[in-house]
């Protein structure tokens, strides 16, 4: 059985910082990604990486969030710097067990954490 348990949301000020961690169990090296909604709107790809460190991100992340992954200790990450009110949202991380590629697109994703909540005030 598969499970995420996303932690290191939280409040912070515009420009702040953040790590996100998303402990992973029950999945060996599968792709991973960081999705987020905000209130009333569809959840979106913010970050993704494959089994061997490819990454993607979407437009509005590129230079300020960084997604790593650390295989041995079965946990994903997303440092988030330089943060914008318009970040704030539940950020979920996801596994794709059969994905070769850093995809963005939630269809492709198996499995789901809860959540982490990231609210950015200014």
């Known amino acids: 059985q598969v499970q995420l348990v996303e932690s290191g949301g939280g409040s912070v000020q515009v420009g702040g910082s953040l790590r996100l961690s998303c402990a992973a169990s029950?999945?060996?090296?599968?792709?991973m990604g960081w999705f987020r909604q905000p209130p009333g709107k569809e959840r979106e790809g913010v970050a993704a990486i494959n089994s061997v460190g490819v990454t993607s991100y979407t437009d509005s992340v590129k230079g300020r969030f960084a997604i790593s992954r650390d295989d041995a200790k079965n946990t994903l990450y997303l440092q988030m710097n330089s943060l914008k009110v318009e970040d704030t949202a539940m950020y979920y991380c996801a596994a794709c067990r059969y994905c070769g590629g850093a995809y963005l697109f939630r269809h492709y994703y198996n499995d789901w954490g809860q959540g982490t909540q990231v609210t950015v005030s200014s």
């Open positions: 029950g999945v060996s090296s599968p792709s």
